[in-house]
């Protein structure tokens, strides 16, 4: 699990940038360069530039955090290989994709598109070994849906709806709902939307938060999933 930590967090490094800025190649304050060939202390737990100290990425062990959970889930999770691998690969995708998305409020493509068409693949891995391709078709029907009606507030709604990073991420998540049932995708719809409120309500009644400010739904669509899979899988 160590080994993949220096992965995970060079992803947060590079990615969690605002909107049209480059990605990051090295440490903000002094340009040091960051990367798999250099890997500590930058990439290390305490996330730390060696060369002035700067933090660089995500915040000291919250890579390791998330990963510790994200192990929980896969091992208390039952299925096939090929349907743990699948889930595996969205977990390995959902923990820097969780960190970006709190830092800069945005899903990138170099996250999303991997995380749903790898989770698409391994299922259908699953499915040509024993699943059965109704179950596969389920999964990439709800993925398609779910990524479609997410970007269709974006087009109707602009701001006050989804964002195309949240659509994208649907498509991985609903793959993963579909697989377990249709019963499956309402629970995580219901728990995240619950998750989501409820979070807001006490952001508010803390006054962190306004009533035009804008959480970041990635995180709670990844909880979500989480829960509902914990649940029913």
Known sequence: MLAVVPVLRLAVARYAVPPGVADRAGCD???APVGLDRPLPALGPTARCPVCAGRVGAAPFAVEALLVVAVAVLALVDGAVAERAALAWWLGCAVPLVLVDLAVHRLPDRLTWPAALGTWALLGVAAA?????????????????????????????GRRGFGLGDAKLALGVGALLGWQGWGAV????VLTFLLSALVGVVLLASRRVGWSSHLPFGPFLVAGTCATLLLTG
């Not at 849906?145 to 997410?150: E, H």
């Not at 309402?186 to 719809?189: C, H, P, Q, R, Y």
């Open 29 to 31: 304050g002094c340009g």
């Open 129 to 157: 070994t024993g699943a059965g391709a109704g179950a596969w078709l389920r999964a990439v029907i709800t993925g398609v849906a779910l990524g479609l009606a997410f970007a269709t507030t974006t087009l109707l709604l």
């Open 186 to 189: 309402v629970t995580g719809l």
